[in-house]
């Protein structure tokens, strides 16, 4: 599974207009082939009086499932084209829907191809993308001596704190980038002479959204 994988947070909406044709871009992020059959059938739905309908989406860690629909667009000129699109700027668990009401002037083979190309690269345009990480939740106690030189620690290898309790000790839960938890779990015994240990929980995907931690899904071996 590789360390970062580069996702949609949230969709978006472009339009771009060619030879009055308008090719209209919808970019949702999907878990599941069901959930992107429901948005397909919810775009035929709102746009049901659009000339066409085309779409690619891609699942999996390693992209395992892909499809594409022309939609009776001549063949590989719209649903590959929005592939290649996803697969080139390497989004994982993304449908993306390019709507086109027909202008009157017919685009050619390398026209629409471009077209659709284009309205895809709209769509995520106006998408937020993000790049998850796989990290490690934990914990740590300690007692209010040793809090100090831990949290500047922690502020300087890069490790969130996610929570804290205070009482007669203090527990830190945090997140701490896969890359380094090895090292930092030694720097951490080896600061306070053995006395303070990380305790792991979890591993999960997690990304910073406009300086917020967004935790996922859960990663299961």
């Not at 995520?124 to 939740?137: A, E, R």
Request: charged fraction near 25%; aromatic fraction near 8%.
């Amino acid at each position: 599974m590789p360390d970062i994988l580069k996702s949609v947070h949230s969709g978006g909406v472009g339009e771009i207009i060619e030879k009055k044709s308008r090719f209209i871009a919808t970019v949702w992020p999907i878990d599941s082939e069901e959930t992107a059959l429901m948005q397909i059938e919810t775009a035929r739905k709102k746009y049901w009086d659009a000339s066409h309908n085309c779409y690619a989406y891609v699942l999996g860690f390693k992209d395992e499932i892909q499809r594409c629909s022309d939609d009776g667009e001549p063949a590989k000129t719209a649903g590959r084209p929005i592939l290649d699109i996803i697969l080139g700027e390497q989004i994982h668990n993304v449908l993306i829907i390019v709507t086109r009401y027909f202008g009157g002037t017919l685009l050619g083979t390398g026209g629409l191809v471009r077209a659709y190309q284009d309205a895809a690269k709209e769509g995520l345009s106006k998408s937020v993308i993000i790049d998850k990480k796989v990290g490690k939740k934990a914990f740590l106690t300690t007692d209010y001596t040793t809090l100090g030189k831990l949290q500047y620690l922690i502020a300087a290898h890069g490790v969130h704190t996610l929570d804290s309790q205070y009482t007669d000790s203090v527990t830190l839960y945090l997140l701490i980038p896969n890359e380094i938890y090895e090292d930092f779990s030694v720097l951490i015994l080896d600061s306070t002479g053995g006395k303070v240990t990380l305790n792991h929980e979890e591993d999960l995907h997690y990304a910073n959204v406009s300086g917020e931690i967004i935790l996922f899904d859960r990663i299961t071996s």
